[in-house]
Every structure is written in structure tokens, then in C-alpha cells.
């Protein structure tokens, strides 16, 4: 199940996750993949993939979930789980990931499939 967060925590979540896929994306720039890292500006990153589609991710507050805009897997609301007690380690890791609730599909391993991150 969802872990309950809160406003706080989710916003430093997304700032953590968000900051991940811009670099991810920027460092598959640089080694040649053709995806084009387009903006992060209002809690939205729009990856572009040529011959592909756009990428969408929102940060959505008002149910604590990131959505995921895909042309090829469609859209998809994923939570924070965390599996155990503690949603922070000592050293400021987080121990969640982003899930589909539905299906239990990992946000990071989604955006690593289809645009070919290493999240």
C-alpha cells in the first residue's frame, strides 16, 4: 500500500526523484542517445523521444503521486511505498520507490525500458 506522506516529505520526494531523471536523461544525452531532455519548469519534466513521442512526468500534490505520461504504456499514477518502517535511512536515502498500485511496475524501471535510462 501507498505510504501516507507528509506535504514536506512528498515535495522533497519529488525534488530528489526529479532531480535523478533530469540527470539520467542529460548523462544518456551525452552518451548518444537521441532523447532530448526539453524542460523541468512547474513540477513537470517533458523528455522527448524522436520517432517516439513526448515523455510527461507531474508531480501531482493533491494525491502525493507522480504521473507518468508514456506514448508507448499510456498514463500512469504511481505512489511512494516503502517497504519497512523507516522512510529515510541515516544518511538521507530514501528507502521507497515510486509504484503503480495496480501493478506493483517500478516507475524508474519503466522510464529505463523505454528510453533506455540506468536509473
Not at 4 to 22: G, H, I, P, T
Not at 26 to 41: D, I, K, M, P, V
Not at 80 to 106: A, F, I, P
Request: proline share 2%.
Amino acid at each position: 500500500e501507498a505510504t501516507q506522506l507528509s506535504d514536506e516529505d512528498y515535495c522533497d520526494l519529488v525534488e530528489v526523484y526529479f532531480e535523478a531523471v533530469m540527470e539520467y536523461a542529460e548523462y544518456a544525452q551525452e552518451e548518444g542517445s537521441t532523447n532530448c531532455l526539453n524542460y523541468f519548469q512547474n513540477d513537470i519534466i517533458t523528455i522527448t523521444a524522436p520517432g517516439v513521442g513526448d515523455y510527461i512526468l507531474k508531480c501531482q500534490r493533491s494525491t502525493k503521486q507522480i504521473w507518468l505520461c508514456s506514448p508507448i504504456s499510456g498514463s500512469e499514477a504511481y505512489d511512494w511505498v516503502v517497504h519497512g518502517e523507516k522512510q529515510y535511512v541515516d544518511d538521507g536515502r530514501t528507502m521507497g520507490q515510486w509504484l503503480r498500485m495496480s501493478s506493483g511496475t517500478n516507475l524508474s524501471e519503466v522510464l529505463n525500458t523505454e528510453l533506455g535510462l540506468e536509473m
